[in-house]
DNA sequence: GCCAACGTTGGC
DNA sequence: GCCAACGTTGGC
């Protein structure tokens, strides 16, 4: 199944790191509705930042630890923060005995597929923008798995396409 | 697989 | 509250 074809806005606000071993833009080509939790964020800057997430936001997703990192698609945020269960499931790798649900730690948006792009666009282009300098991604080994993107960054990025 | 960077933990 | 030890991330 394709992804929905939307008119991609103008402000891309988001980038999103997953690696894709664990969770890659194919497989989210596949869930249901093509929408799934963004779960498992463990750092206090990522979490907040996903709070300060709207509903109609976009994110760049971003493949990391793999043969070739860097942004391979668009999604949209179709739902607001709210707790990551999976910090609960002493079963699941993200389980946090410190979160509980009376007073969740960690949270999660719902993101769905926007566009898979025809290529990826490397990181190793992007750090040769020199719009691009100021963004923690750019950043030898940055580690911040979910951060924001200025407007002027992602009009830069949408115009790496070939 | 290596290892630098850096966030987190925990003893004091 | 400091900071050393430790664990994880993630490019290369």
């Not at 894709?20 to 963004?38: H, K, M």
């Amino acid at each position: 199944m394709k992804p929905i074809s939307h008119q991609v806005p103008n402000h891309i606000q988001w980038l999103l790191k997953s690696e894709p071993s664990t969770f890659s833009i194919q497989a989210l080509s596949n869930c249901v509705r093509q929408t799934e939790p963004w779960n498992g964020v463990r750092n206090y800057q990522a979490r907040n930042y996903l709070k300060a997430m709207n509903v109609g936001d976009w994110g760049f997703f971003y493949h990391s630890s793999c043969k070739e990192p860097g942004i391979v698609g668009l999604v949209e945020i179709v739902r607001a923060a709210y707790p990551d269960h999976t910090a609960w499931d002493d079963e699941s790798p993200y389980f946090d005995p410190k979160s509980t649900p009376e007073n969740p730690r960690w949270f999660m948006v719902d993101v769905q597929l926007r566009q898979i792009f025809s290529e990826t666009i490397p990181l190793s282009l992007l750090k040769r923008q020199i719009e691009l300098n100021d963004m923690p991604l750019v950043k030898t080994r940055c580690r911040l798995s979910v951060m924001p993107v200025q407007s002027e960054e992602s009009k830069t990025i949408l115009e790496l396409f070939p």
